[in-house]
């Protein structure tokens, strides 16, 4: 185990103590060694083997051995006991937001609840309030934060959804029964979450490929087994409906079920205004639709052949529209009149802005992160480690910071990459929405990225007046804005923000927003993006990577970009060299 995973350990070990109810200073004991291992300066590995371990501060004697153990066989017998003898839904509650472990305690020693349905009805029959220290309003918040939970955990991120389905997808494709097959629904239309997989196959022989799904070692529960349809549901929790359609059904079933249900009903009107009806099942004449529908599904044919579904698109006289800009906002009055926008594609990125490196939290170098970024043939790499008020990600003062713009100046000048090296930094958004440095050692960097990172839970009156002054901030450099609401998706609730009135100031100043690529995060959302591209913003997707795997996740968030209609010359990231250092003032 590495560093940073032991500390997750250590971390939890502290909340099963807790919830046994043990002597507090043991508890903080692990707390503390978890903090001092998330920031460490040195390789874990050389410490234990110098035996230097337990002089690092934080880290008192009894924790050696058990970090010791940790490293080197991945297992402690403590932390299997602890697990092992908790109640797994005393657990599952400690992922309530606002219930820690001393509230799990308190409702577990006074109500015997162990589970999430038991705590349900404790706060539903008035048992939980009635507890000291609970109260109604306790009752009514974990009510709703269950229900939130519920919600959450009907969904999953695409990244998740898609480590399962392309394998699926490449094996269904390699069926001798399978001509052609994709994943429809909202995974096809890169949503960033997947409520279920909706995979459609063309076939004349159905019978194979429903067992095929049905027998698959990864299905953990069949739902439905039908001739031409089934349902399963995987171990993750995802569940997935396979269709088989004849082959010349397929595009029309492609197209109905990648949906969005607004997007299908907008082109059954376009249709219907032509004289034809669209359905799952082919492209009919309205007034043979009616005999169409009394056949038997599979004998029917459309009378327009589709082989693909830009086919379907020119029969209804419009451009094909990329199934991302398929959610009814107005892309089929723009495939009409031929103006939906060139979306920007993986090969036009050159470069990203927000990167971490282990000056603060991130697990690569600098130079680590640079031969990472020339193997990914990138023009230029912005660094923008924390600034010092995010003391837990191990911020930067100025003297450090400075230190490090004077290592990448040097890296520039050695030649030793091909990489131009950047130097930002990602400034705190301090709570009154002043910056985390003064303004003299912000105009020495090439540009920063602001970010919210402390009491993301202000009204939005008093978090948008915040983000709004740190937008206006006066400086002599670029700024991005980093993260707009610190959503992260399925676990934390977006900072409430005016999306409208902080597009509308970074337009007036120049400030470009971020398009965090963090499969989590993908915020700026969306839905956000062609209104602040009309209005003139810019856009950096940036993968915020703390590690050098993490640079290629910005083509999680180019996919979402293209899901807001962005074109390549609004992202600065699909700028070349010397253009970005045109803008940034730089030579
Ligand atoms: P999800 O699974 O919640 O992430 O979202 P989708 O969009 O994948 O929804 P899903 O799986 O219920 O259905 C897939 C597509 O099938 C949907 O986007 C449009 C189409 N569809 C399903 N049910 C209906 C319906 O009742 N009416 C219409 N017009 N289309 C439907
Ligand atoms: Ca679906
Ligand atoms: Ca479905
Ligand atoms: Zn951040």
């Given at each position: 185990m590495d560093a940073r995973a032991i500390a997750e350990v250590l971390e939890e070990i502290g909340q099963l103590l807790e919830l046994k109810g043990e002597n507090p200073f043991k508890i903080r004991a692990y707390q503390n060694g978890a903090r001092a291992l998330?920031?460490?300066?040195?390789?874990?590995?050389?410490?234990?083997?110098?035996?230097r371990l337990g002089e690092v501060k934080g880290?008192?004697?009894?924790?050696?051995?058990?970090?010791?153990?940790?490293?080197?066989?991945?297992?402690?017998?403590?932390?299997?006991?602890?697990r092992a003898e908790t109640p797994q839904g005393l657990l599952l509650m400690l992922e309530i937001p606002g219930f820690g472990p001393k509230k799990v305690r308190k409702v577990h020693e006074a109500l015997g609840v162990t589970s999430i349905e038991e705590l349900t009805v404790a706060c539903e029959d008035g048992r939980l309030a009635a507890l000291p220290g609970m109260g109604e309003k306790t009752a009514q918040k974990l009510l709703k934060a269950i229900e939130m939970r519920e919600q959450y955990n009907q969904r999953h991120l695409w990244v998740d959804a898609a480590a399962l389905a392309l394998p699926l997808l490449e094996q269904l494709r390699a069926l001798p029964a399978v001509q052609r097959a994709e994943v429809a629904g909202s995974f096809r239309r890169k949503m960033e979450t997947v409520g279920d997989l909706d995979f459609i196959a063309a076939s004349d022989e159905p019978a194979p490929i429903m067992e095929w799904l049905v027998q698959h070692p990864e299905v953990a529960e069949v739902t439905a087994h039908g001739e031409t349809k089934s349902s399963v549901r995987f171990s993750t929790g995802l569940q997935a409906d396979l269709r088989v359609v004849p082959p010349h059904q397929f595009v029309f079933a492609l197209h109905h079920f990648t949906g969005s249900k607004d997007h299908n009903v907008a082109m059954r009107q376009r249709a219907l205004a032509q004289g034809l009806s669209l359905s799952e099942w082919g492209l009919f004449p309205t007034d043979e639709a009616e005999k169409a529908q009394e056949l038997a599904p599979r004998a029917r044919k459309s009378v327009i052949a589709a082989q693909s579904e830009a086919d379907l698109f020119e029969a209804l006289k419009l451009a094909h529209i990329p199934p991302e800009l398929r959610e009814g906002r107005g892309e089929i009055e723009a495939a009409e009149r031929g103006e939906l926008p060139r979306l920007v594609q993986d090969a036009d990125l050159r470069g990203a802005f927000h990167n971490h490196t282990t000056a603060s939290d991130g697990r690569a170098t600098l130079e680590e992160m640079a031969a990472k970024a020339d193997a990914l043939g990138w023009e230029y790499l912005g660094l923008a480690d924390h600034s010092k008020s995010s003391w837990q990600a191990h911020g930067l003062e100025p003297e450090r910071l400075l230190a490090q713009v004077e290592a990448i100046r040097e890296l520039n000048a050695s030649g030793r990459f091909k990489v131009r090296l950047l130097a930002g930094s990602e400034v705190d958004i301090l709570t009154d929405g002043a910056l985390d440095f003064p303004d003299e050692v912000l105009n020495?960097?090439?540009?920063?990225?602001?970010?919210?990172?402390?009491?993301?839970?202000?009204?939005?009156?008093?978090?948008?007046?915040?983000v709004l002054r740190a937008i206006r901030h006066p400086l002599q450099v670029r700024k991005i804005l980093g993260h707009m609401t610190g959503r992260l998706l399925l676990r934390r609730e977006p900072s409430r923000v005016d999306h409208l009135k902080v597009i509308e100031a970074a337009a007036e100043e120049g400030v470009v927003i971020e398009l965090n690529a963090n499969p989590w995060r993908l915020d700026m959302d969306w839905r956000w993006w062609r209104t602040a591209q009309e209005k003139g913003v810019r856009c950096a997707i940036n993968p915020d990577a703390h590690n050098t795997e993490g640079l290629e996740h910005v083509v999680d968030g180019l996919r979402v970009a293209r899901k807001g209609w962005l074109r390549a010359e609004t992202v600065v990231n699909t700028w070349s060299v010397a253009d970005v250092l045109a803008w940034l003032g730089r030579s």
């Open positions: 998330e920031s460490l300066d040195e390789d874990l590995g050389t410490l234990i083997a110098e035996e880290i008192g004697k009894a924790l050696v051995d058990k970090i010791t153990k940790l490293y080197q066989t991945d297992q402690l017998d403590l932390y299997d006991q602890l020495q960097l090439d540009y920063i990225v602001m970010s919210v990172h402390q009491a993301m839970t202000q009204d939005e009156a008093t978090y948008n007046a915040r």
